[in-house]
């Protein structure tokens, strides 16, 4: 058991890659650079061998430099690649200014150094012995610096008063790194990029990167700082203009390095910034405008939940920025993205997403790649997404969807490539058309890639124009089924043969693309359900059915009609409503009983609106905008289609248990409708059933009680109502009180919610 955990122990410092698994949009350092590999191995090309020395793994690296250099089967090239890496090295060796045979100092040659993988942690005690001729002063300068901190750091002497002519990439990554004195870069004024990853960076000097005129790229990702206690904590940045004198910065990778309050050091970056990644690195808020002086192109915010709650992060970039990735962080405002027309690519999973207006998405003319898996976006009301031009790329995966209509399909015709999986949809004909569609067109159609912008500038670092997102929407496509067979017969083609739809499905799965049956009351796959035809076969088959009974009834039953006729035109009022309980009574008992709500229900919508057809205008321009916009309500809506009558029966039921709170809109047309009658029975039966009492009544239009069904009359003295006003300035008073009681609603079910 021991001897286990010792092998253990020893083992794993040695093969621990610190790489998050989670990739963020600037990737890792190998993937912007070309000469050496993750573990610190010189990659570079065969004709290059010559002018590189890899001593990474040797112990004994100051002879053995020495040795190479010096050797006789060495060409005069001059050296320009070095690797120190892994060599247990507890400072850098003052090794820089060795000679080669044609006498020329390494300080003077070498453009690549890597320092991969040794261990820099600060020691008080006396460390190995170099022969090392220091300037004294210099040596007693850094001491006073550090004096105030109460540590000394000593691990960067053996290069820090070295001046490196032509020093053009640097890597210290995994290097147990704790402090980053002032100065110590000071020798190196051709630096390009700066690896400093994978380290335990506690304290960076203010004056750090002081003499970087010409740095590019800074990368200090996936930092672990730990304090005393050995607990994680943040970086400490001394000087909030620390990147400020970096005029030449133009990419910044602090990927899972934990910021804490250090971000008003991104107040100082400048005009020809472009690429910056504070994937998981815990931010919490950022200084107002912080970004706006860029030229942000990349950026990726993911993880850092409620960054934009205090401040847009996003204020200032809408001219320039290309690729936002901003998963999990609560993103809810769609809107933050108004007037971004350069961006092509957004990917927004895990987030608050339910309301997508027009206006934003009409001014992302340039976006190509829209990705909202995981979000609580319902079904929405065309147009929305076909009114993006250059959109090829959707997915609305695991999102609150719970319709698929002929409309949604038209929406997404011309997409390349969409997802709709993982939603609560409702069987109909058109869930069955969707998949229907896309197997066709994968019959008739090729696969392409999506293209983004391509930048090229061939004297710059690869660093600055890298991004994964390209490949990784591309590497979705490549991996996607084809699902051709799915529609292959010659009925099927010609059956769709005049829809001039082209999407194809990303993730298509036949147990992934279910929808809720409400007759057979289970999950179906979407393939299982019958096509618009056979649906509206089988419509015309009831109807032919119920003409027929009903006349056998006439037949043998003429007397018994003729009373029951007399009867009901005496009670005319009275029996109309009678008959409509009676079914609906009869109807309700069929629908299943088992989802009764529990304590700690989750809900998926804050509130389920029912309303009639004939106010559904005063429901799109002012109910809608004011709860989804301004109360940040989500809402339930489900667009109701007469055609398919019952069938969207469950539907109801299922936005009705999925709603926190029930709203009917009631008009006078409302109560002439039947339908209308029918969901407000239905409302006050769930609620009986669920023994929920969050019930909000809002009448357009005053109801005398002549005009009141006995459900509403009973509705309106037990619970609140609130009555639309004619005139608009009462109407703000209307909206307070509407908020209100939503609010109140939402505060009573606050422990039982996500949200
Ligand atoms: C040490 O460096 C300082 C300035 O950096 C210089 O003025 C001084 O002459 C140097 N001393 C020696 C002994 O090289
Ligand atoms: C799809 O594209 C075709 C041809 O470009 C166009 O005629 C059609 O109107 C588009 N459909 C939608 C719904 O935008
Ligand atoms: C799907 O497979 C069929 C048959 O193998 C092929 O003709 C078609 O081009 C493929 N579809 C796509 C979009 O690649
Ligand atoms: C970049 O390099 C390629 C070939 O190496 C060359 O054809 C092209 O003209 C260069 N572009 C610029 C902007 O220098």
């Given at each position: 058991?021991?001897?286990?955990?010792?092998?253990?122990?020893?083992?794993?410092?040695?093969?621990a890659l610190p790489k998050?698994?989670?990739?963020?949009?600037t990737g890792y350092m190998t993937d912007v650079q070309k000469w050496v590999d993750e573990f610190g191995t010189l990659t570079v090309e065969?004709?290059e061998?010559?002018r590189s020395i890899d001593l990474s793994t040797n112990?004994?690296v100051?002879?053995?430099l020495?040795?190479?250099?010096?050797?006789?089967?060495?060409?005069?090239?001059?050296i320009r690649y070095l690797s120190l890496a892994r060599c247990n090295l507890e400072r850098v060796p003052?090794v820089f200014?060795?000679?080669?045979?044609?006498?020329?100092?390494l300080r003077?040659t070498v453009e690549y150094l890597t320092l991969y993988g040794n261990n820099f942690k600060?020691?008080?005690?006396?460390?190995?012995?170099?022969?090392?001729?220091?300037?004294?002063?210099?040596?007693?300068?850094?001491?006073?610096?550090?004096?105030?901190?109460?540590?000394?750091?000593?691990w960067s002497?053996g290069f820090q008063?070295t001046?490196f002519?032509v020093l053009r990439e640097f890597d210290l990554r995994a290097c147990s790194i704790e402090?980053i004195?002032?100065?110590i870069f000071?020798g190196m004024p051709n630096l390009e990029a700066l690896y400093l990853g994978e380290n335990n960076i506690?304290?960076i000097?203010?004056?750090a990167f002081?003499?970087l005129?010409n740095l590019i790229h800074l990368d200090l990702s996936r930092n672990k700082?730990?304090?005393?206690?050995?607990?994680?904590?943040?970086?400490?940045?001394?000087?909030?203009?620390?990147?400020?004198?970096?005029?030449?910065l133009?990419s910044l990778d602090l990927s899972f390095t934990?910021?804490?309050?250090?971000?008003?050091?991104?107040?100082?970056?400048?005009?020809?910034?472009?690429?910056?990644s504070?994937?998981?690195?815990?931010?919490?808020?950022?200084?107002?405008?912080?970004?706006?002086?860029?030229?942000?192109?990349?950026?990726?915010?993911?993880?850092?939940?409620?960054?934009?709650?205090?401040?847009?992060?996003?204020?200032?970039?809408?001219?320039?920025?290309?690729?936002?990735?901003?998963?999990?962080?609560?993103?809810?405002?769609?809107?933050?993205?108004?007037?971004?027309?350069?961006?092509?690519?957004?990917?927004?999973?895990?987030?608050?997403?339910?309301?997508?207006?027009?206006?934003?998405?009409?001014?992302?003319?340039?976006?190509?790649?829209?990705?909202?898996?995981?979000?609580?976006?319902?079904?929405?009301?065309?147009?929305?997404?076909?009114?993006?031009?250059?959109?090829?790329?959707?997915?609305?995966?695991?999102?609150?969807?719970?319709?698929?209509?002929?409309?949604?399909?038209?929406?997404?015709?011309?997409?390349?490539?969409?997802?709709?999986?993982?939603?609560?949809?409702?069987?109909?004909?058109?869930?069955?058309?969707?998949?229907?569609?896309?197997?066709?067109?994968?019959?008739?159609?090729?696969?392409?890639?999506?293209?983004?912008?391509?930048?090229?500038?061939?004297?710059?670092l690869k660093a600055i124009?890298y991004?994964?997102?390209?490949?990784?929407?591309?590497?979705?496509?490549?991996?996607?089924?084809?699902?051709?067979?799915?529609?292959?017969?010659?009925?099927?083609?010609?059956?769709?043969?005049?829809?001039?739809?082209?999407?194809?499905?990303?993730?298509?799965?036949?147990?992934?693309?279910?929808?809720?049956?409400?007759?057979?009351?289970?999950?179906?796959?979407?393939?299982?359900?019958?096509?618009?035809?056979?649906?509206?076969?089988?419509?015309?088959?009831?109807?032919?059915?119920?003409?027929?009974?009903?006349?056998?009834?006439?037949?043998?039953?003429?007397?018994?009609?003729?009373?029951?006729?007399?009867?009901?035109?005496?009670?005319?009022?009275?029996?109309?409503?009678?008959?409509?309980?009676?079914?609906?009574?009869?109807?309700?008992?069929?629908?299943?009983?088992?989802?009764?709500?529990?304590?700690?229900?989750?809900?998926?919508?804050?509130?389920?609106?029912?309303?009639?057809?004939?106010?559904?205008?005063?429901?799109?321009?002012?109910?809608?905008?004011?709860?989804?916009?301004?109360?940040?309500?989500?809402?339930?809506?489900?667009?109701?289609?007469?055609?398919?009558?019952?069938?969207?029966?469950?539907?109801?039921?299922?936005?009705?248990?999925?709603?926190?709170?029930?709203?009917?809109?009631?008009?006078?047309?409302?109560?002439?409708?039947?339908?209308?009658?029918?969901?407000?029975?239905?409302?006050?039966?769930?609620?009986?059933?669920?023994?929920?009492?969050?019930?909000?009544?809002?009448?357009?239009?005053?109801?005398?009680?002549?005009?009141?069904?006995?459900?509403?009359?009973?509705?309106?003295?037990?619970?609140?109502?609130?009555?639309?006003?004619?005139?608009?300035?009462?109407?703000?008073?209307?909206?307070?009180?509407?908020?209100?009681?939503?609010?109140?609603?939402?505060?009573?079910?606050?422990?039982?919610?996500?949200?």
């Amino acid at each position: 058991m021991i001897l286990k955990i010792l092998v253990f122990c020893c083992i794993l410092p040695a093969i621990a890659l610190p790489k998050d698994p989670t990739v963020c949009l600037t990737g890792y350092m190998t993937d912007v650079q070309k000469w050496v590999d993750e573990f610190g191995t010189l990659t570079v090309e065969p004709n290059e061998l010559d002018r590189s020395i890899d001593l990474s793994t040797n112990t004994n690296v100051v002879t053995m430099l020495q040795k190479n250099l010096q050797s006789p089967y060495r060409s005069n090239a001059d050296i320009r690649y070095l690797s120190l890496a892994r060599c247990n090295l507890e400072r850098v060796p003052p090794v820089f200014d060795q000679r080669d045979t044609n006498g020329r100092p390494l300080r003077q040659t070498v453009e690549y150094l890597t320092l991969y993988g040794n261990n820099f942690k600060d020691i008080s005690a006396p460390g190995v012995q170099y022969d090392i001729m220091l300037n004294a002063t210099d040596v007693v300068e850094t001491h006073l610096e550090y004096a105030k901190f109460g540590e000394k750091s000593i691990w960067s002497t053996g290069f820090q008063y070295t001046t490196f002519a032509v020093l053009r990439e640097f890597d210290l990554r995994a290097c147990s790194i704790e402090f980053i004195n002032g100065l110590i870069f000071k020798g190196m004024p051709n630096l390009e990029a700066l690896y400093l990853g994978e380290n335990n960076i506690k304290y960076i000097h203010g004056k750090a990167f002081v003499g970087l005129n010409n740095l590019i790229h800074l990368d200090l990702s996936r930092n672990k700082a730990y304090d005393k206690n050995g607990g994680l904590t943040s970086v400490t940045m001394e000087s909030a203009d620390l990147f400020e004198r970096m005029s030449k910065l133009r990419s910044l990778d602090l990927s899972f390095t934990e910021m804490g309050r250090n971000v008003r050091v991104l107040s100082g970056l400048g005009k020809e910034f472009q690429r910056l990644s504070l994937c998981g690195s815990k931010v919490r808020s950022v200084p107002e405008k912080a970004l706006s002086g860029t030229s942000m192109k990349y950026l990726d915010i993911s993880g850092n939940y409620g960054i934009l709650e205090n401040s847009n992060i996003l204020a200032g970039l809408e001219d320039t920025l290309e690729i936002l990735y901003a998963n999990e962080v609560g993103f809810e405002h769609f809107h933050y993205l108004y007037k971004f027309s350069k961006l092509e690519v957004l990917k927004l999973t895990n987030n608050e997403v339910m309301l997508i207006t027009k206006r934003v998405v009409a001014s992302l003319t340039s976006l190509k790649v829209l990705d909202l898996e995981r979000n609580r976006f319902g079904s929405w009301i065309p147009p929305i997404f076909s009114t993006m031009p250059n959109l090829r790329f959707l997915s609305l995966k695991d999102n609150n969807l719970n319709l698929i209509s002929a409309e949604i399909i038209d929406d997404i015709a011309n997409i390349s490539y969409v997802s709709l999986s993982g939603n609560n949809v409702v069987c109909n004909c058109h869930s069955r058309e969707f998949i229907d569609l896309a197997a066709r067109n994968d019959n008739e159609q090729k696969q392409t890639l999506i293209d983004l912008s391509i930048h090229t500038d061939n004297n710059t670092l690869k660093a600055i124009d890298y991004h994964i997102a390209e490949s990784e929407f591309n590497s979705m496509i490549e991996l996607r089924a084809n699902i051709s067979t799915i529609c292959d017969t010659e009925k099927c083609k010609k059956y769709y043969v005049d829809r001039d739809h082209r999407f194809l499905i990303i993730d298509y799965d036949i147990h992934s693309y279910v929808c809720f049956h409400e007759y057979k009351n289970r999950f179906m796959s979407f393939i299982n359900v019958k096509t618009c035809k056979d649906w509206q076969r089988s419509l015309e088959k009831v109807r032919n059915l119920d003409t027929s009974t009903n006349l056998v009834l006439l037949l043998t039953l003429p007397t018994t009609l003729l009373l029951l006729l007399l009867i009901i035109f005496i009670y005319r009022r009275k029996f109309g409503y009678f008959f409509v309980t009676m079914r609906n009574s009869a109807t309700l008992s069929l629908i299943s009983r088992t989802d009764i709500n529990e304590e700690g229900k989750i809900y998926n919508y804050d509130v389920f609106v029912s309303y009639c057809n004939g106010d559904r205008n005063w429901m799109l321009d002012h109910l809608l905008p004011h709860l989804e916009t301004e109360c940040s309500v989500s809402v339930c809506l489900h667009e109701r289609d007469f055609q398919v009558g019952l069938s969207i029966l469950e539907n109801i039921v299922s936005c009705m248990d999925r709603s926190r709170t029930i709203m009917l809109v009631i008009s006078k047309q409302f109560l002439r409708s039947q339908w209308c009658q029918f969901e407000m029975h239905l409302a006050q039966h769930r609620l009986l059933e669920t023994r929920r009492e969050d019930l909000i009544l809002v009448l357009l239009e005053e109801i005398p009680r002549s005009l009141r069904p006995t459900t509403l009359h009973y509705l309106m003295l037990t619970k609140t109502y609130i009555v639309w006003p004619k005139v608009s300035s009462e109407q703000t008073v209307f909206w307070k009180r509407l908020k209100k009681s939503l609010v109140v609603q939402q505060r009573k079910y606050k422990n039982t919610t996500l949200a």
